[in-house]
């Protein structure tokens, strides 16, 4: 069994009345919602449900704003993709954060290749998007900006409204990657001025393999998949019923605890900030206050945030990330961390926590006691 779990970002468990609520989904009312028969119907039904639910979690104008995928990363190359191969005629520039997950820069690195121009906006130190360079670099022919809400590496939230005033300033689209923030803190997609918007499923404590893109009322993208065409025909294939089901409950469920869950959240973070900053030569990453409520992320010099996360697994049971697990395994230093301004010996020491529904306040101190002791055991042995 797992000790203290402390990233709900990169994973987290489904909530039980989640499991609960889509059960049925997996055994009795499997039917495929493209289907005529009244198991389909029934299966439309509740696919349609999950929609409505999705689209008041984001304040989106209806249902049909809301394009069912496997989760984040389809999304976000479904909005990149499909937005600059609809508009490539307008033009051919490119916009993105240089902090954006790499399922939003590699749909548009690869882009790149077919004769677009990748342009990527600078942020500061704590990681916020620098708006007077945005303004200088958007043009008429930037077809597709992105920005995201909050980032899962450093926990900085973004000026989005303001970005989307530049943005819509020259009347061109703002995609927004939400995937870190839905769930968390309040997304409005009207009130934000958003016009396609990527969230996803697990973040929200509903099952794996479920997320969504809107897309604005008006707003015309190209689909990426081609088959059966479900979702409009931008996203083909049978929908994964059970997960999308969940999906939908997590989000109508989010909806109604955010406040309070975020709440008690925060309060844990700062405390969890407080005392592992008491460590020395230790380091809040992102922004101290515009950050997600259940983030607390950190740099230590002198040693590696592999062996951090390993120590503290092997010998705490506790689970920490060392910032995107999607490319902790290549090694390479956080792009995020650099792009920061960290050096790369800098960016190597860095240790994510990211909490969640079963963090509770007592894990605080035996938390900071054991990075503590393994940030101490491991600069005794440091070659660094
Ligand atoms: N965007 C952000 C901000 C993320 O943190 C992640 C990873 N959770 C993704 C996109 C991609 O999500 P997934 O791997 O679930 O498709």
């Known amino acids: 069994m797992y000790g203290i779990y402390l990233d709900y970002q990169s994973a987290s468990p489904v909530d039980p009345r989640v499991r609960e609520f889509a059960d049925r989904y997996l055994t009795k009312e499997f039917g495929n919602p493209s289907a005529l028969h009244s198991c389909g119907l029934a299966a439309r039904a509740a696919l349609e449900e999950a929609r409505s639910k999705v689209a008041e979690l984001i304040g989106a104008e209806g249902p049909e704003t809301i394009v069912f995928t496997a989760g984040a990363t389809e999304a976000n190359n479904l909005a990149i993709r499909g937005l600059a191969q609809r508009n490539a005629a307008k033009g051919k520039k490119l916009l993105g954060s240089s902090i954006e997950h790499i399922s939003v820069l590699n749909p548009m ?3 790149k290749k077919g004769g677009f121009d990748l342009s990527l906006v600078p942020v500061d130190g704590a990681g916020v998007v620098d708006l007077a360079a945005l303004e200088g670099m958007l043009s008429k022919e930037t077809i597709l ?8 590496e450093i926990g900085t939230i973004q000026p989005i409204r303001e970005v989307s005033n530049l943005v819509h300033g020259k009347g061109l689209f703002l ?7 839905c769930g968390k803190i309040p997304v409005d997609v ?15 404590y509903g099952p794996q393999g ?6 604005k009322p008006g707003v015309r993208i190209q689909p990426v998949l081609f088959g059966g065409g479900q979702e409009r025909g931008l996203w083909s294939g049978t929908e994964n019923l059970f997960a999308l089901a969940g999906f939908g409950e997590a989000a109508r469920l989010a909806k109604l605890e955010m406040a309070e869950e975020s709440q008690r959240l925060s309060a844990i ?10 460590i020395d030569e230790s380091y809040l990453t992102g922004h101290p206050k515009r950050r997600l409520p259940g983030h607390a992320s950190f740099r230590f010099r002198r040693i590696e ?3 951090i996360l390993l120590t503290l697994d092997a010998m705490f049971n506790i689970q920490v990330s060392t910032g995107s697990a999607c490319s902790s395994r290549t090694l390479e230093p956080s792009h995020v961390l650099l792009a920061i301004g960290l050096k ?9 926590m990211t909490l969640g529904k079963y963090s509770n306040p007592d894990q605080i101190p035996v938390v900071a006691q054991a990075v503590s002791q393994t940030v101490q055991r491991l600069r005794a042995i440091s070659a660094l």
């Open 210 to 215: 479920a997320g969504a893109l809107y897309v």
């Open 175 to 181: 995609h927004v990657d939400a995937t870190a923030a």
């Open 109 to 111: 690195k690869d882009l």
């Open 269 to 278: 973070r700062d405390g969890l900030i407080k005392e592992i900053q008491k």
């Open 145 to 152: 900006t992105s920005v995201m809400y909050a980032n899962s």
């Open 305 to 307: 945030g592999e062996s």
């Open 344 to 352: 790369h010996e800098e960016a190597h020491g860095s240790m994510v």
């Open 190 to 204: 009207q009130k934000d001025g958003i016009d396609l918007l990527t969230l996803s499923s697990n973040d929200l």
